[in-house]
Nanobody, 125 residues
Framework: QVRLVESGGGLVQAGGSLRLSCAAS????????MGWFCESQEKEREFVAA????????QYANSVKGRFTISRDNAKNTIYLQMNNLRPEDTAVYYC??????????????????WGQGTQVTVSS
């Protein structure tokens, strides 16, 4: 049974930073792509960032390029999302996902088989 547990969300002022973490268990971690998606009342689930199995390839949504950085530590079965210069429109629940059938960073949520419970990020203006 794959389990993904996110942490690190919270309330921050615009311009501030947060670092999200996602710890994985139950499956060999270092052969699968991982991703971050977000969802809010105003918008359906959308892609944020993804990283390939080895960490060599990454993808970002245009809205977060230059502000967010995705990384992974395969020794700790954990991925991270460093979020800088946060904006009120970044407010959402952030989910990590594991791509059970791919080792390549993907922007498509259909490529991800397992999802965490989410962590709330709230950015005040």
């Amino acid at each position: 049974q794959v389990r993904l547990v996110e942490s690190g969300g919270g309330l921050v002022q615009a311009g501030g930073s947060l670092r999200l973490s996602c710890a994985a268990s139950g499956r060999t971690f270092n052969i699968y792509a991982m991703g971050w998606f977000c969802e809010s009342q105003e918008k359906e689930r959308e892609f944020v960032a993804a990283i390939g199995a080895t960490g060599d390839s990454t993808q970002y949504a245009n809205s977060v390029k230059g502000r967010f950085t995705i990384s992974r530590d395969n020794a700790k079965n954990t991925i991270y999302l460093q979020m800088n210069n946060l904006r009120p429109e970044d407010t959402a629940v952030y989910y990590c996902a594991l791509g059970g059938g791919t080792n390549v960073a993907s922007v498509e949520d259909n490529d991800y088989n397992y999802w965490g419970q989410g962590t709330q990020v709230t950015v005040s203006s």
